[in-house]
């Protein structure tokens, strides 16, 4: 991600699990390259840092011929997973399902993980973890807890993989599986997740969102189907409310009276689906915000008009088609693109 998109974007996916990974079993060619790219660009600097850079390549070469193919695969997969550079959210899943498969899958069992080192095994639940994350597909969470089981038995299980499971179950709308994981491992701090009641037909195709409410017993969420034909005119924000750029669109949209109409009338407000758990904050965005509420994507794949989950963006329908898409929040240049999509749609007249 670079500069630009860091101010004006929230890349929620990235944030949530670049931190865990670092280095190891990873070749430092790509790290070194992003590293230097975050560097200031004064000559000094640059000087400096081409030193060190050659410095890195040089042991990275040797480091490479030592590591183990599970080494080597879990790096390709992890260069996948930070190459943000002109992907849609769908072709870098499909460029990490493709890693995956052709590299990982065969060693993905329980004879095999068997013989595996420890140092394998742990980079395989990290593989499945990423995979996970980014493809939200079961095949991929039901290796996560293979190699758990592995690791269990061999007493290296950590508190991370509980974490990053929990998140899993989370994210792939497992609620019950969730919930019998924090009642077996009480000891970790999981957040807490509302009722859930699924009421959608068994038939019924199509988007979905989980509706937030409070209950009797307290926060409850529901899943419903979203109709992106009716109204024919419809305006589709992916955003969340722990996002700063979503937080200054929000606050740009609220303070001019035409976008403000148009929003409150014919906006759907939809955070991507993850395993954070924040459905407290959501629930409390949603009370201090009653003209925008938000509602979780109940499965971003069920969504196939939306290609960008990076928060915010916007998509301007008609009749359930994009017609307009704008992406980030840098103010007025901002604010000028969702009058041209309005206009589009025909909620704002046209210029004359």
Not at 43 to 49: E, I, N, P, Y
Not at 340 to 348: A, D, F, K, P, S
Request: proline share 5%; glycine share 6%; charged share 20%.
């Amino acid at each position: 991600m670079d500069e630009g998109q860091a101010i004006t974007h929230c890349m929620t996916h990235t944030a949530v699990i670049a931190p865990r990974y670092g280095l190891h079993g990873k070749p430092l060619t790509s790290w070194t390259k992003k590293w230097l790219k975050c560097l200031k660009t004064s000559r000094l600097v640059m000087a400096l840092a081409a030193c060190l850079f050659l410095a890195l390549e040089s042991n990275n070469t040797s480091a490479k011929d030592s590591l183990s193919p599970i080494e080597q695969y879990f790096g390709q997969l992890n260069d996948a997973s930070y190459d943000d550079i002109g992907l849609s959210y769908r072709e870098k899943a499909g460029s990490i399902r493709r890693i995956y498969d052709e590299s990982i899958s065969a060693d993905q069992h329980a004879e095999k993980l068997a013989s595996i080192s420890d140092h394998d095994l742990k980079l395989l639940y990290e593989s499945a973890h990423l995979a996970a994350f980014y493809t939200h597909d079961q095949k991929y969470l039901a290796d996560m807890q293979l190699d758990l089981a592995e690791l269990v038995r061999r007493g290296l299980d950590s508190d991370n993989n509980y974490v990053d499971l929990y998140a899993t179950l989370v994210s792939q709308r497992k609620f019950d599986d969730a919930r019998l994981l924090g009642k077996q491992h009480p000891a970790q701090t999981f957040k807490p997740l509302p009722s859930y009641q699924d009421l959608t037909e068994s038939t019924e195709n199509g988007p979905s969102v989980l509706t937030l409410s409070e209950g009797q017993h307290g926060l409850e969420m529901n899943r419903t189907t979203v109709d992106l034909t009716s109204p024919t005119t419809q305006i589709v924000v992916i955003s969340h409310p722990l996002c700063g750029p979503s937080s200054r669109a929000m606050h740009d949209i609220q303070s001019d009276p035409a976008l403000s109409k148009a929003f409150i009338s014919h906006a759907r407000w939809i955070t991507p689906q993850d395993g954070n758990a924040n459905f407290d904050v959501l629930a409390r965005w949603n009370n201090q915000n009653p003209a925008f509420p938000m509602s979780p994507a109940y499965r971003q794949d069920d969504w196939p008009m939306i290609d960008i989950w990076a928060t915010p963006t916007f998509y301007f329908l008609q009749n359930g088609k994009v017609v307009k898409t704008v992406s980030g929040w840098s103010g007025q240049d901002s604010r000028h693109e969702l009058e041209q999509g309005l206009r589009q749609i025909g909620l704002l007249p046209l210029k004359p």
